[in-house]
């Protein structure tokens, strides 16, 4: 039997059900409506009169409720097997049913960078130091008796082309900052001082110590000094934008130079024809913010000078949950200081001066030093960086960080530019709930500001102390920095919670 066979069955089967109803409430009607009526009276027998009785209402009701409850049966049948039926229910008609909705799954949570601190307030300092070379080893200079080797100093001869180089450097910075982690952005206040100071030896006396001057009775060369130490004090704030995919910085500062020497030479001259005479002569330019006294070096109130502003940005967006590329530019100069305080230092005179070659080297004597004259005013900026990076995490989590980075710093008194290069690897592990990672190990390495460095640090947080600890070699040859030519220690404290 089709579809259709079995719509039409159905639908006759309903009207027949119906009839049926609607002549039983026919029939009663015509029998309530005549009884009303004035009916003949007839003489009936007392023993054969029936006392016809209209039906009870309850009966009734009774009688029609089965079939009531039948048909609505049939026609949520009907309406089942039939799609669009026109028989619908009272139910289908006075509450519709609401339309379903399709239930979305959860999107799971890519894990992001925390980009804020794991205290809320937090405390803390740094402070280090370093050194480096390409002449002398640390481990010659703890020896009785210091033997340099100039054809293998510093890994080759090759490598003392250019001279041979000595510098120093420290810092020490103090900081105090508020974490709003649940917005993501914070504020802080910081203080520091850092210095650096470079010299170099000229090639020639160094090829005059190692070779002797048989060729060349007569040489001279060019000693340069630079150096700096600036003192500083600013703001610092950072915060999220685009859902927490890009994180901003921003910290204005206000610094004094509180020494600085621009690239000064001294030139030495070496005489061994019919004597022995080494001599020097140059000048060598200092400022301070501070005035001068009679000791060129010596610095006392009042300040003269005021210092200057500029601004350092950094930024880091999210491009995937395992990679993030980032860029910073540091101490951008807004108003340079300037420095109205300074000496011209003028050095000249005889060290040896032997007129017979046979009785030794002699006195050595002592230059003479000129500080009368007094220099122009300087406007000074601190060092300019920009570096670019990339951070990839291959497990989309901090456990891992591989951190590549290049860029260049310029502005300094050395009046050169320096390319960086470095590759950090970073651990973090054992992670604890309000708490966060408890160990924390990197090591790097590249060329920074004209040092090659390979420095190897670890942090330990216990929420609210962080010790951080590092250590590394340095040297201003790619060699000399595997021969311990040079070394750098830091070391950093954070309390809060």
Known sequence: MTLKHRYLTICLLVSCAAFSVYAQEEETVVIEESSSEIVPQIDVPEEEVVELEAPDQAESDTTAKPIDEELMNVRFQLSAIVPGSPFKTEVEEEIPLPPQKKERLPKEKKPR??????????FGFDVGAGFGNTLVKVTDILKKDVVIDLDTAAGTKNSLESGAAFGLNAVFHQFLNYNNGEKGWGI?????????????LPQSMLDFISNGNLNEHDQSGEFAVSGAVFAEAGLKWHGTL???KLRISIAPAWYLPLLYIPKSSLTYYLETQNKLSVSLDGTMSVYTPF????????????LKDFGGFDISLNGEYSLFPFLYVGGALSRIPIVPSKLSNGREVTIAGDIINNENLFAGIGDIGS??????????TLWV??????DVYVLYRPFKKDLLIIKP????????????????GILEVQLNVGTIANIGQIFHLYLNTGIEEGYWRHRLGFALNFRAVELDIGAGLKSQHYLASYKVSGAEVSVGMKFGW
């Open 113 to 122: 960078r925390e980009f804020t601190g794991v205290r809320t307030v937090e």
């Open 188 to 200: 802080g206040e910081f203080i520091g001082v850092d210095g650096r100071v470079d010299a170099n």
């Open 242 to 244: 685009l859902k927490k």
């Open 291 to 302: 005035s001068f006294s009679t000791d060129p070096f010596s610095i006392g109130p009042p």
């Open 367 to 376: 230059p003479e030093t000129n500080t009368s004259d007094s220099l122009d």
């Open 381 to 386: 900026m601190r060092p300019l960086r920009f």
């Open 405 to 420: 980075s290049i860029g260049f710093t310029a502005i300094n008194p050395s009046k050169e530019v320096y390319f960086n």
